[in-house]
């Protein structure tokens, strides 16, 4: 008997094969439906009808209807964007005096603040203000907008336990970003709680007032009518007359205004939990932490604020009040505290003066950065200088002092340079003649690399920001390029000085002018001393512990008055040393020594000395 030929499964109308079940299909189906219906009508026989498939088989892939709400609200927390992870430290490199600060060798990954460190930030994040705020405005909004989107997303994250792994990678961010701010314990979660609830409060209203009201128009009619009948009752009710503002209705500015007040709370809440100091000292006070104090008092305030102590004009003709600021800053804590400071490197933004502060609870008082002269991606690349500006401009804004390090190429090498043989080199006395020679091909590209410079202190300049501005450091060694010619250099530094301000007409700078501690192959410091026409202050780079009496006391000599600080150091000085050699009003930790030399103890110890100003401090030293 034969059968009948059965056509081809391509000319038959039998629908495809049902998608096979799985978790995955389950939840994408149950957040199709939590966005449709709400969790009031969400139930497990409507999605099983979703996804095509009996009640009984769901069960196969998940326990019940909560574990369902859970994996969808993980879901949709994936949508949020999450922080790459902090670039993996090496492990540190030996290091010479000359060189224990260098980059990185060409093809070794660029050294980043340790991983986990909260503050650790990859290169490509975006510059400018004080990034923990700007992360958690950015993270806060996002979770907005999914809210939004998702609105039965905010009754759950009220009502569930936000375990998974995308919800705790987002959380372990937004915590990160507190503890950078300088929060700890309940204080913390009291900014979480206070965060968390008026964001989700603010979306639970708006979506309800969106659901209300369908009809733009009848909306505006609605403010419009609510606005009015508040302002005819001004006589009982005259606050909400004045400030309801009922008529207005952009979301957005109201959410970003009331966030704003909030984290205005929170940083003020860090400030204070940092230990700033009062205007005035009270009687015997009590130290907010623990610190050696070697028989120091928490250092007294200016008798008189408001008159400036600065005794010798700055060496810059009409330089800015900002400039004259920042001077009169130096010579008013001058032997009474030390104001802490981290240098970072192009790269890596302000990560140094975060980690610095995630150690110590504190914020550095001093905020360190480069010119720039090494190759686009590199530790001190010159593609960041803007990027960096906007650092800049940022932390002055906060009331931190501003200083810019210039490891300035060697004139006959064209910029970017590697560290090693661009910037540690000989420079045969012949060239360096030539460099000092107008006119000369060296002298033109001098001044071409001066002028790169320039621009980017002319940022500064026009944003009002005065900067300690730190050039040809360490000549009195014979590793730079410009180091172990003194006559060259002080013929060099006055070059510069004039191109720099009488050229470039800047305003802004405070010249520093800073040997290296006299040890070693250092040699001692007079005679590499351009002249006080031409110096601010006067500073010690010192790596090694050699913090040697003699050092501060030369120094002090050659100063004649003028104010003295740490330019660049490794060790951490011994806590007599700030009784000791009191004069030193700032100084600047140097990445990675810092953190291999010293001890997270050790330098949250010195951080929280009572002889040590952080960036709370500075404003009570200040004239306005």
Request: proline share 10%; charged share 20%; aromatic share 8%.
């Amino acid at each position: 008997m034969s059968h009948p030929r059965q056509p081809a499964i391509w000319f038959s109308d039998e629908p495809p094969p049902k998608p096979r079940l799985s978790r995955e299909r389950i939840v994408a189906a149950a957040v199709e439906l939590l966005d449709a219906e709400g969790v009031s009508g969400f139930s497990m026989r409507r999605l099983a009808g979703r996804v095509e498939a009996g009640v009984m088989s769901l069960y196969a892939h998940v326990s019940s209807r909560e574990h369902v709400l859970d994996l969808a609200y993980d879901q949709v927390v994936a949508e949020l964007p999450v922080p790459a992870p902090p670039t993996a430290e090496r492990d540190p490199a030996a290091r010479s005096p000359a060189a224990e600060r260098a980059p990185d060798a060409p093809g070794q990954a660029v050294r980043a603040p340790a991983a986990g460190v909260p503050g650790g930030r990859s290169p490509d994040s975006p510059p400018g203000a004080a990034g923990w705020r700007a992360t958690l405005t950015r993270q806060l909004t996002a979770s907005r907008q999914l809210m939004r989107r998702h609105p039965w997303a905010a009754a759950l994250a009220a009502t569930r336990p936000l375990l998974g792994p995308n919800s705790l990678a987002r959380s372990e961010e937004f915590y990160a970003q507190l503890a950078r701010a300088g929060l700890r314990g309940p204080a913390l979660l009291a900014a979480v709680g206070a965060l968390t609830s008026y964001t989700q409060g603010f979306v639970a209203n708006e979506n309800i007032w969106r659901d209300l009201i369908h009809d733009p128009a009848d909306e505006t009619e609605l403010r419009r009518r609510a606005a009015a009948f508040v302002a005819s009752r001004a006589d009982s009710h005259p606050a909400l007359a004045e400030h309801a503002q009922l008529d207005v209705d952009d979301f957005d500015a109201q959410y970003a205004l009331g966030l704003e007040i909030i984290l205005d709370g929170v940083e003020a809440q860090a400030a204070a939990r940092r230990g700033q100091r009062a205007p005035s000292p009270a009687p015997a006070p009590a130290l907010p932490y623990d610190a050696p104090t070697s028989g120091d008092s928490v250092p007294t305030m200016p008798n008189d604020p408001a008159q400036p102590t600065t005794p010798i004009p700055p060496v810059t003709p009409g330089a800015s009040a900002a400039a004259r600021g920042l001077l009169d800053l130096l010579y008013r804590v001058s032997g009474e505290t030390t104001l802490s400071g981290q240098h970072n490197q192009p790269i890596h933004g302000s990560a140094w003066t975060e980690r610095i502060t995630a150690i110590t609870d504190r914020v550095p008082a001093v905020w360190g950065q480069e010119i720039g002269f090494s190759a686009p991606g590199t530790l001190d690349g010159v593609d960041r200088r803007a990027a960096n500006v906007e650092e800049a401009v940022a932390w002055h804004r906060r009331g931190a002092v501003i200083t810019y390090t210039w490891h300035a190429v060697c004139p006959a090498d064209d910029e970017p340079v590697e560290f090693q043989g661009g910037i540690i080199r000989d420079f045969p006395p012949t060239e360096f003649d030539s460099v000092l020679a107008p006119g000369s091909p060296l002298h033109t590209r001098w001044c071409a690399q001066v002028d790169a410079a320039a621009a980017v202190l002319r940022q500064l300049d026009e944003a009002d920001v005065p900067v300690l501005w730190r050039p040809y450091h360490e000549m009195n060694g014979p590793w730079f390029w410009w180091g172990a010619q003194p006559e060259r250099l002080v013929a060099l530094w006055r070059q510069l000085f004039d191109r720099l301000v009488n050229h470039h007409e800047l305003r802004n700078l405070v010249w520093v002018w800073s040997p290296n501690a006299a040890y070693d192959s250092a040699t001692p410091f007079a005679p590499y001393y351009p002249g006080h026409d031409v110096v601010d202050v006067l500073a010690m780079d010192t790596y090694g512990g050699h913090y040697e009496p003699e050092h501060h006391a030369r120094l002090r000599e050659l100063a004649d008055g003028r104010p003295l600080g740490l330019g660049e150091i490794g060790d951490l000085p011994p806590a007599e040393v700030l009784t000791e050699q009191p004069d030193w009003t700032w100084f600047m930790a140097w990445p990675d020594v810092v953190t291999d030399r010293n001890s997270d103890e050790v330098i949250r110890a010195f951080f929280q000395h009572p002889r040590i100003s952080n960036l709370p401090d500075v404003a009570a030293w200040r004239v306005d």
